[in-house]
Every structure is written in structure tokens, then in C-alpha cells.
């Protein structure tokens, strides 16, 4: 039989890979990712502050998957053939073909919009350049390093945080957002402690004001319809996701979004659509939360189908947010209800991503090392 095909190795593909390598007879499965790492992104801010490791966050396919059957390909897709039944995907300079039984799409998302000459905080790549570039303000001999970030939503937050404590004295962090409040989906107690802990870093907060130009020397802001000029050493992008625009492209897209049914398939029943590309309907948040419930309900359905056991439609169940605020600390709203913050909260927070870990191995690692840590 043709193989199962999944397309990237993020929190919907490679859990769904995952799962089905545990169901019984299941044909060969195929995971194809542009990167020879996973990326654990809820914990790339902590790469920023020496918190996390590389090799706990973004673990090598090869070394994940050593033990299972899933067969790994690094390529970047181009083109979904939904008719034939095959993805193309370009390899070491090579255009290849590969048709399959069923189809798994969960590319992520991407950061819209972005003006030149400001950087990105999704991938390792960009945690790297922003490290990059902090070092080397770090260590010129200016006294302030001023930081704007565009964007007031858990990932703005969660970086100006970790970028005060990391600059200390020296840093200047700005959050700058359009909207009239920081976190606007947040449960309110997280917002709340946000709050305090950006008060307490002295991080400056623009509501109801635009980033409407990034120059060489700074940005400029738009507020009440007046542009001010503010220079600045860094400008980070965190407004938005959007789907990369060969997913949109597709006849399975309805120009934005994959469109899925109750079972997460598209309008071609044998491919199914996960994560931060697939529009569900009632609306589901970007979360790698409901892109790893879907996954296991795909892997589930992939399973029924070959079986030819009725399908189970998805149910998301919001387990609650957990946001990281600083060295150190974090607040957690479980269930979105119940607050647990400060340390107790950043080991909660680090204790719950230890289990969210792909593989058993991993997690093992993992634990094993911060036991170690604690003991010095
Ligand atoms: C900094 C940051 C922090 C976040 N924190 C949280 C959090 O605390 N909690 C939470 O629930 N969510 C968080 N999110 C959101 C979460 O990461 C996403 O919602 C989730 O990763 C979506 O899962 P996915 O499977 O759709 O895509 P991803 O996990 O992004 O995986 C997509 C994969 O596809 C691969 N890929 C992309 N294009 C191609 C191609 N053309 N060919 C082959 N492979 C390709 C990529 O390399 C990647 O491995 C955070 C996101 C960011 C950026």
C-alpha cells in the first residue's frame, strides 16, 4: 500500500506520526519536514536566557524517530497534487515526487506582513539571529539597548520579559500594540500577572498605537493620527499568523485556510489538515495545544478508515495557558480558571512541557538533566 504521507514535522505532524507508529498494521508512514529538528516553540524564548538547551527544544528527527517505524525525509514541499495523490517536494536541489494512501498537511503558520528590517521570533533560525545581534550590542560600548516589539499578545509579552531580564539595567523594551489592551485572548488572571511583571522590568507599554515604518535608525509610531519617530536598536515582529501562500494556493484552501470537516478532513476525505494551516469550525486559536489534540484524533481517524470503523468527530478541550514572565517565572491559568504564577509557575510550566515532549526518550533525557542541574 502507498504510504501515509505527513507533511511537517511540527506539534500536529510529527505527533500524528507519532500516534499512528503506535496503532496496529498501519501502512508505512512518511514525515517530510523542511528542518532536521523539531521545534518545541513554547520554550525558544528560554534558548534567549541560557534557560533551555538546543538539544532539549529542538530535538533531531533522526534521533526522535530512531526507534519507530516513521520514515524520515528532510524536503521542502512545493505542491500538493490532490487528484494524483502525490506531494512534491524539492531535496538537495532535486524535485521528487511521492504519491500516498492518505495525506497529512500541518506546515504552521507564518509571521504576515513583516517590514524590512525587522526580525521574526518562530524558528531557531530566528531565535539565533536575535541572539546574534543582541550579543553583538552587548558587547559595543553603548549603556542602553533599546527593543520595540510589535505586538501585545502572549508572544510580545513572553519576549519582553525574557529580553528585560536578560539586558538588565541596559535594556530599553517597548511593547507597542494597536489594540487597547496586551493579551486581549488571554484568561484575565494571566493577564493581570503579565502586567505586574512587565510594571516591574519597567517595560513601557503604546496601546491604541501603530508601527507604521522600520528604518535603519528606529520605527515610526502611529498614535491619535500623530507619527512620532523613536530610535531604536532592534524592532521584533510577533503581530499575526498567516498560512504560507502555496497552502492558500491550493484547491483544498479557501484562499486563507484549509477548511476541515468534524473529523478534520479537507474537502478530499483521504487528506487531512492540522494546526495553524486548518480553519475548524467552531474557530480554533494557533495553538500547538489543538494542534497536538488533533493530531492524535487524525491519527485515530487515519486508523478507522483503514479499518473501516465509523470516524470520531474532534473535540478540543482548553487545558488552560501557561506563559512564561521572565527568568524564573511564569503564571499558569489552568483549565483557564485555576493561577498558579511566579517560580511554582515556571516549574509547573516546565514540568508540563517535560510530558508535551514528542517521545518518552526525550522527556527521559530531559528530566534526567534538570535532576542533574538541580544538584549543582
Ligand atoms: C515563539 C512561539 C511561542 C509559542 N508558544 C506557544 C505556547 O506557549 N503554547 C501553545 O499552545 N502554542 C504556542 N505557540 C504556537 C504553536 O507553536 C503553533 O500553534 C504550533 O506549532 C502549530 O503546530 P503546527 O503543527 O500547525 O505547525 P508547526 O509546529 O509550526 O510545525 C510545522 C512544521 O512544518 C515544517 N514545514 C513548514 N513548511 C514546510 C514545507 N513546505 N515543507 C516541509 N516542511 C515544512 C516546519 O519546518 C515545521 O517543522 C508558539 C509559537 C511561537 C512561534
Same mark, same amino acid.
Given at each position: 500500500?502507498?504510504?501515509?504521507?505527513?507533511?511537517?514535522?511540527?506539534?500536529?505532524?510529527?505527533?500524528?506520526?507519532?500516534?499512528?507508529?503506535?496503532?496496529?498494521?498501519?501502512?508505512?508512514?512518511?514525515?517530510?519536514?523542511?528542518?532536521?529538528?523539531?521545534?518545541?516553540?513554547?520554550?525558544?524564548?528560554?534558548? #534567549?536566557?541560557?534557560? /533551555?538547551?538546543?538539544?532539549?527544544?529542538?530535538?533531531?528527527?533522526?534521533?526522535?524517530?530512531?526507534?519507530?517505524?516513521?520514515?524520515?525525509?528532510?524536503?521542502?514541499?512545493?505542491?500538493?497534487?490532490?487528484?494524483?495523490?502525490?506531494?512534491?517536494?524539492?531535496?538537495?536541489?532535486?524535485?521528487?515526487?511521492?504519491?500516498?494512501?492518505?495525506?497529512?498537511? =500541518?506546515?504552521?503558520? +507564518?509571521? &504576515?506582513? +513583516? &517590514?524590512?528590517?525587522?526580525?521574526?521570533?518562530? *524558528?531557531?533560525?530566528?531565535?539565533?539571529?536575535?541572539?546574534?545581534?543582541?550579543?553583538?550590542?552587548?558587547? !559595543?560600548?553603548?549603556?542602553?539597548?533599546?527593543?520595540?516589539? =510589535?505586538?501585545?499578545?502572549?508572544?510580545?509579552?513572553?519576549?519582553?520579559?525574557?529580553?528585560?531580564?536578560? @539586558?538588565?539595567?541596559?535594556?530599553?523594551?517597548?511593547?507597542?500594540?494597536?489594540?487597547?489592551?496586551?493579551?486581549?485572548? !488571554?484568561?484575565?488572571?494571566?493577564?493581570?500577572?503579565?502586567?505586574?511583571?512587565?510594571?516591574?522590568? !519597567? +517595560?513601557?507599554?503604546?496601546?491604541?498605537?501603530?508601527?507604521? =515604518?522600520?528604518?535603519?535608525?528606529?520605527?515610526?509610531?502611529?498614535?491619535?493620527?500623530?507619527?512620532?519617530?523613536? &530610535?531604536?536598536?532592534?524592532?521584533?515582529?510577533?503581530?499575526? *499568523?498567516?498560512?504560507? %501562500?502555496?497552502?492558500?494556493?491550493?484547491?483544498? %484552501?479557501?484562499?486563507?485556510?484549509?477548511?476541515?470537516?468534524?473529523?478534520?478532513?479537507?474537502?478530499?476525505?483521504?487528506?487531512?489538515?492540522?494546526?495553524?494551516? !486548518?480553519?475548524? %469550525?467552531?474557530? @480554533?486559536?494557533?495553538?500547538?495545544?489543538? =494542534?497536538?489534540?488533533?493530531?492524535?484524533?487524525?491519527?485515530?481517524?487515519?486508523?478507522?478508515?483503514?479499518?473501516?470503523?465509523?470516524?470520531?468527530?474532534?473535540?478540543?478541550? &482548553? @487545558?488552560?495557558?501557561?506563559?512564561?514572565?521572565?527568568?524564573?517565572?511564569?503564571?499558569?491559568?489552568?483549565?483557564?480558571?485555576?493561577? /498558579?504564577?511566579?517560580?511554582?509557575?515556571?516549574?509547573?510550566?516546565?514540568?508540563?512541557?517535560?510530558?508535551?515532549?514528542?517521545?518518552?526518550?526525550?522527556?527521559?533525557?530531559?528530566? +534526567?538533566?534538570?535532576?542533574?542541574? #538541580?544538584?549543582?
Amino acid at each position: 500500500m502507498k504510504p501515509i504521507v505527513i507533511v511537517g514535522g511540527g506539534f500536529g505532524g510529527l505527533y500524528t506520526a507519532l500516534s499512528l507508529a503506535r496503532l496496529p498494521a498501519v501502512p508505512p508512514i512518511v514525515l517530510i519536514d523542511r528542518n532536521d529538528r523539531f521545534l518545541f516553540t513554547p520554550l525558544l524564548y528560554e534558548l #534567549l536566557t541560557g534557560e /533551555v538547551e538546543e538539544w532539549e527544544i529542538a530535538p533531531r528527527f533522526r534521533d526522535l524517530l530512531a526507534d519507530t517505524p516513521i520514515e524520515f525525509r528532510l524536503g521542502n514541499v512545493t505542491q500538493v497534487d490532490v487528484e494524483g495523490k502525490y506531494v512534491q517536494m524539492v531535496s538537495e536541489g532535486m524535485i521528487t515526487q511521492l504519491e500516498y494512501s492518505y495525506l497529512v498537511l =500541518a506546515v504552521g503558520g +507564518v509571521t &504576515p506582513n +513583516v &517590514p524590512g528590517g525587522a526580525l521574526t521570533f518562530r *524558528t531557531l533560525g530566528d531565535c539565533y539571529r536575535l541572539d546574534s545581534k543582541l550579543r553583538e550590542l552587548e558587547n !559595543s560600548d553603548r549603556d542602553r539597548i533599546r527593543v520595540v516589539i =510589535a505586538g501585545g499578545g502572549t508572544s510580545g509579552v513572553e519576549l519582553a520579559c525574557k529580553l528585560a531580564d536578560r @539586558l538588565g539595567e541596559r535594556g530599553r523594551i517597548r511593547i507597542v500594540d494597536r489594540n487597547d489592551r496586551l493579551m486581549a485572548r !488571554s484568561p484575565a488572571i494571566n493577564r493581570r500577572l503579565a502586567l505586574r511583571e512587565l510594571e516591574e522590568r !519597567s +517595560v513601557w507599554i503604546d496601546l491604541r498605537t501603530s508601527v507604521v =515604518a522600520v528604518k535603519a535608525e528606529g520605527v515610526s509610531l502611529q498614535v491619535n493620527g500623530h507619527t512620532e519617530d523613536l &530610535p531604536t536598536d532592534i524592532v521584533l515582529w510577533t503581530v499575526g *499568523t498567516a498560512v504560507p %501562500s502555496w497552502v492558500q494556493e491550493l484547491p483544498i %484552501s479557501n484562499g486563507h485556510k484549509i477548511p476541515v470537516n468534524a473529523y478534520l478532513q479537507c474537502s478530499a476525505p483521504e487528506v487531512f489538515a492540522l494546526g495553524d494551516i !486548518s480553519q475548524f %469550525s467552531p474557530p @480554533l486559536p494557533a495553538t500547538a495545544q489543538v =494542534a497536538i489534540q488533533q493530531a492524535q484524533y487524525c491519527a485515530w481517524n487515519i486508523f478507522h478508515l483503514l479499518r473501516g470503523y465509523p470516524l470520531l468527530p474532534f473535540t478540543y478541550v &482548553p @487545558l488552560g495557558e501557561m506563559v512564561s514572565l521572565g527568568t524564573d517565572r511564569a503564571a499558569a491559568a489552568l483549565f483557564n480558571r485555576f493561577p /498558579v504564577n511566579g517560580n511554582l509557575g515556571y516549574w509547573l510550566r516546565r514540568l508540563v512541557y517535560v510530558g508535551r515532549m514528542p517521545t518518552l526518550n526525550h522527556q527521559l533525557r530531559i528530566f +534526567v538533566h534538570y535532576l542533574s542541574t #538541580l544538584n549543582r
